[in-house]
């Protein structure tokens, strides 16, 4: 199985610049489109007066909607071991990137994203559905 596969819901972004990594996982993660993404964290990032990427809004964001939150950053996992050892399921992951953090979904064994981050280390995931 291929567990990389290029994902860009941003049909204005056509070469794959815009650092939108939160609304582009949300996107995945919710199965809604990169606007209703988008939307979605408006608020957030309005009231923290911050980017919609920002960590916080996102953190607040799923906390609110009720998405369960694991923390992993002690199991030194890549999203691509994550990616093996959840073969269903969907997962919205809080990845290391570089100095600063990246938002992946994966969803059955599976992780979409425009670029290969697999092997970026894992802080932790937040899980649709309930499910750990």
Known sequence: MKRYQYYQPNKKDLKDRCPDCSIR???KFEGITW????DK?????????TVLNALPNIK????ETGYPYTACYKDRLTVLDF??????GTYCLYVRS?????????EDGAYFDTWDCGKRLIYGYWTKGGRH
């Open 41 to 49: 964290l408006v608020g957030y990032a309005r009231e923290s007066q």
């Open 83 to 88: 990616a093996k050892a959840h073969p269903s």
């Open 98 to 106: 570089g100095y600063g953090t990246h938002l992946v979904t994966v």
């Open 25 to 27: 996982a949300l996107t």
């Open 60 to 63: 607040r964001y799923m906390e």
């Open 35 to 38: 606007v209703e993404a988008f």
